[in-house]
Each structure stands twice: as C-alpha cells, then as structure tokens.
C-alpha cells in the first residue's frame, strides 16, 4: 500500500519507500482547508436571484486553475485526458456555484476509472485531481492512497473483509486508487476472494461517497472486461477517462524534459541517437511509454559515467551535463551495429 508519492522531476510520480503516498506532505492546515471552504459555503446567506457569483474571482476557483495549470504544465500530450479533467472540474465550480443560490441537488458521483497502459500519466492525474477535489470541499484532504488486488485480498477466510476496510478507512476523506483493478475479478476461480472485495466496495461507493472517491485503474482491454462483468461496479462509475500511449514525437520531447529536469542535455548527436532508440524500443515488448523513457535516460546516465571516469583527466561542467551519441548507442537494442 503506498500514501505518499515523491515526483521525480519528470512529471510522474514515484512510492517513496517506508513512507504512507501524498497525504503526510499537507499540514493540518492544507488538509482542511477543502472542508472549510465547503462548510463556509454551506454556512453563508443564500445570494438572491439577482446576485452574481463570480467564479473568475473565488479563492477556490482560483487553485483549481493553478492545479489544472500544472498538470498542462507536467504532462505532455494526453489533450483527451486533460479536456476530461477540466469538465469534471467545471462541473464542480458550477456546482459550488448553485449552493450560493440555494439550488440544491444530488451530490455530484466522482467515482472514476483510468484506462491506459503503463506510464501514461495515471497516478500523476490522480494527484492532480485529488487536488482539485480538495480545493471545492468535495474531499477532506489532497491524499491518494494507492492499493493493489494484495493489499485487499486475503489468503484465508475472514482475512478479506478486514484488509479491504483498513484500505478504505485510511483513504477516508481522500481518493483511493485502486491499480490494476481488474486482478479482484478472477472468474476461473469460484473461491477467489476477490469477488467480497467488490462487494465490499460497492457497498462503501453507495454509503461513503460523500467522504470517499474511488478510482479504478489499468489497461483499457482488461478494465473494459472487468467493468462489463460487474454492472454494479460499472452503474457506479460515471467518469470513465482513458489514456493513450504516448506518440513517438511526445516521448522524444519527453525525453528532453526529464534530462533538462535532472541538469543534463543531448547534444545534437546524442538528441538524434535516442530518437532511433525509441524507435527501437516501442517495438519491443513490455515498452511503457514515459516509464520506458525515463529508464532509458537513467541507463545512459550510467554510461556518461562510465565514459568520463575512463577519461582520466580533469572534468568541465560541460563534461559533466552532456550526454553524447556514445551514450545512447552503447544500449543493448544497438549491439552488432556499426555505431560511432
């Protein structure tokens, strides 16, 4: 199970080992200020029907923009997803908006479910949104709490139930985030335990919604299986967002992101040698778009390493932020190859 989730610089986010994902990162302080503004906005006069509210000028309204700001700024690509974001985050505002005028109506349902391959910017969204969810009093703290089909299913009988609950009471006033959702449903196996942790959900998403906002994640093929075998999971879930993989230009300009994050930069030959290694790499099997990038990045940090210690002689700054052709061809996806 993973609370708090450090970024790396790269606009996606890795589980810090030892700690509990976002939530310890707020104080008290940041954590209510969501419920404040809510129960403020609950408390105060009904405008009348002539009145005006302005949400060009609410404080609210404001870190909303700032958090949507930042998520354009942090993730390249992914317009469909941000378009989504955004409309989910209007439909807030303009909800906060009716209270003033005491036009009442069902709470929005936030459930949501993330479809899209590995390293698509799922948990960075989830953050985000999070956030946004925070900041309109919807939720009582900005916290992400990421589980896996482990950490709710037991091995015994008896042994479900209570993982299941623990998991929901500490994403309490948050949003769990359930990855690879799909591994509860397992219908080859009449006895898997994963079925009571459906159960066990769809009872908290009715009853909690209030104070809980679910999100299911995975690839889009098994989460369209999963949610068709469970239409009362699926009846539950009103936002479905999915995430494409990554095009080849956008992992190259992700490329240049996460290297300029770090105080490094291709040269021209180096820029050029690792467009050819994508080229390569979205090939191969398991490739995970940002993920892959970033992984391949750090490999050829290895190798600039190794290069300027064989170099035997004193170092320049510029030695020492530059990755070169060398660095990338010396892959394994190169080997046999007549490459500088």
Same mark, same amino acid.
């Given at each position: ?75 390249? @690509?992914?317009?469909? /997803?941000?378009? !989504?974001?955004?409309? +989910?985050?209007?439909? #807030?505002?303009?909800? &906060? $908006?009716? *209270? ?20 698509? @910017?799922?948990?960075? /969204?989830?953050? !985000?949104?999070?956030? +946004?969810?925070?900041? #309109?009093?919807?939720? &009582? $703290?900005? *916290? ?197």
């Amino acid at each position: 199970m993973t609370d708090v989730e450090t970024t790396t610089g790269f606009g996606f986010h890795r589980p810090t080992a030892g700690t509990s994902a976002d939530t310890s990162a707020h104080t008290s302080a940041d954590t209510s200020a969501g419920a404040a503004d809510m129960a403020e906005l609950d408390e105060q006069v009904t405008l009348a029907d002539d009145a005006e509210f302005d949400l060009t000028t609410d404080e609210a309204a404001a870190r909303v923009e700032q958090t949507l700001a930042a998520l354009e700024a942090e993730l390249v @690509g992914l317009g469909s /997803v941000k378009r !989504r974001v955004r409309e +989910i985050a209007s439909l #807030l505002q303009v909800d &906060r $908006a009716r *209270r003033q005028f005491g036009l009442t109506s069902s709470r929005p349902t936030l459930h949501m479910s993330f479809a899209g391959g590995p390293g698509t @910017g799922k948990t960075t /969204v989830a953050l !985000r949104m999070a956030a +946004i969810l925070h900041a #309109l009093g919807y939720i &009582r $703290a900005p *916290r992400v709490h990421t589980v896996t089909r482990d950490d709710l299913v037991g091995q015994f009988i008896g042994h479900t139930a209570p993982k299941t609950k623990e998991a929901i009471a500490r994403a309490a006033g948050g949003v769990l985030f359930i990855d690879e959702a799909y591994y509860l449903f397992r219908p080859e196996n009449e006895r898997d335990y994963g079925q009571e942790v459906i159960e066990i959900l769809l009872t908290e998403m009715e009853n909690e919604r209030g104070d809980l906002v679910v999100i299911f994640a995975g690839y889009p093929d098994r989460m369209a299986i999963f949610f068709s075998a469970n239409p009362g999971l699926s009846s539950r879930v009103p936002h479905h967002i999915e995430f494409e993989d990554y095009s080849h230009g956008e992992l190259v300009q992700i490329a240049d992101l996460m290297v300029a994050s770090e105080n490094f930069r291709f040269d021209n030959e180096a820029r050029a040698a690792f467009s050819e290694y994508l080229t390569r790499r979205m090939e191969q099997p398991r490739f995970s778009n940002a993920r892959s990038v970033r992984n391949a990045v750090e490999r050829s940090r290895l190798r600039q390493a190794r290069r300027l210690v064989e170099l035997r002689r004193p170092l320049r700054k510029d030695d020492l932020v530059t990755l070169t052709a060398e660095d990338i061809y010396g892959s394994s996806l190169f080997v046999g190859d007549a490459k500088p």
